[in-house]
């Protein structure tokens, strides 16, 4: 219990220094630009990838195993855009989005620290929390937004590419239960859950590397404490946030 209290504390004391004023802005945003590239830009691809595979395997599974003459024809649309929404593009993606750019993040930060280019920071009076940190968590909060949109839209493409190419069901059938009872509220739930959890992800990663000790063994132990403690904290706040904006 000590030790859980005293990684928090040093959690938050971290976070204070990163959320430090900029000494200089223009080098700020010249790395905010570079990690929203590296962290945001670059996980575009595996975020289309997967969420197009994971629509299109939701719309099967659900036309196999509920398809039933009491149901209506346009459930399978209906439940698959639920998925999408309410789950997967959000939480399921941030937590796949954790195990790559969370590892990315604490191993970039330990191997600064165990080669103590952070040390040479310091003495150069920079604040290195704020000057590695910040733009990190910048950057994932308004890039995870943006990949959770392209998520849902590339996961209904794949819906829609089971009925064009799969001839599992009729097109009109899918699009009418993707468009039936609408509720708006979700996309935006989905996108405050993913902001919270963009700031998990790369708040937690970069506490794991940056206060890493030892050598290069000690490196990888960061990285994958970073990915699961980021994961249980995902799972949690997803419990929590969706009790609170349902």
């Known amino acids: 219990m000590n030790k859980a209290l005293k990684t928090v504390g040093r959690y938050v004391m971290l976070m204070g220094r990163t959320f ?3 000494e200089r802005m223009y080098m700020f945003f010249r790395q905010y630009r570079t990690e929203m590239a590296k962290l945001g830009v670059d996980s575009i691809g595996i975020v289309l990838l997967i969420s197009f595979f994971i629509g299109a395997v939701i719309t099967i599974q659900i036309k196999l195993n509920i398809e039933s003459p009491w149901m209506p024809r346009w459930t399978v649309g209906y439940v698959t855009r639920e998925i999408m929404l309410l789950e997967f593009s959000s ?3 941030c937590l796949i989005l954790a195990g790559k750019v969370g590892s990315n993040i604490a191993s970039e930060l330990g191997t600064m620290r165990v080669t103590q280019q952070i040390d040479a920071l310091e003495i150069m ?6 000057f590695l940190i910040l733009p990190k968590i910048a950057a994932m909060v ?5 990949l959770v ?5 590339a ?3 794949g819906a829609f590419c089971t009925c064009w190419f799969g ?3 009729n097109a009109v059938d899918l699009e009418y239960g993707l468009q039936y009872m609408f509720i708006e509220w979700y996309v935006w739930m989905g996108i405050i859950k993913s902001v919270v959890f963009a700031f998990i992800i790369s708040s937690v990663s970069a506490f794991f590397g940056y206060t890493v000790e030892g050598g290069s063994i000690n490196v990888g132990k ?6 699961v403690t980021s994961s249980v904290l995902i799972l949690f706040s997803d419990l929590v946030m969706t009790q609170l904006l349902s």
């Open 20 to 22: 430090a004023r900029p």
């Open 91 to 93: 939480s399921i993606m």
């Open 125 to 130: 009076g920079v604040n290195s929390a704020n």
């Open 142 to 146: 308004t890039m995870i937004p943006i």
């Open 149 to 153: 949109v392209f998520s849902i839209f």
């Open 155 to 157: 996961g209904v493409i």
């Open 167 to 169: 001839e599992m069901m």
């Open 222 to 227: 960061a990285s994958t404490d970073a990915v």
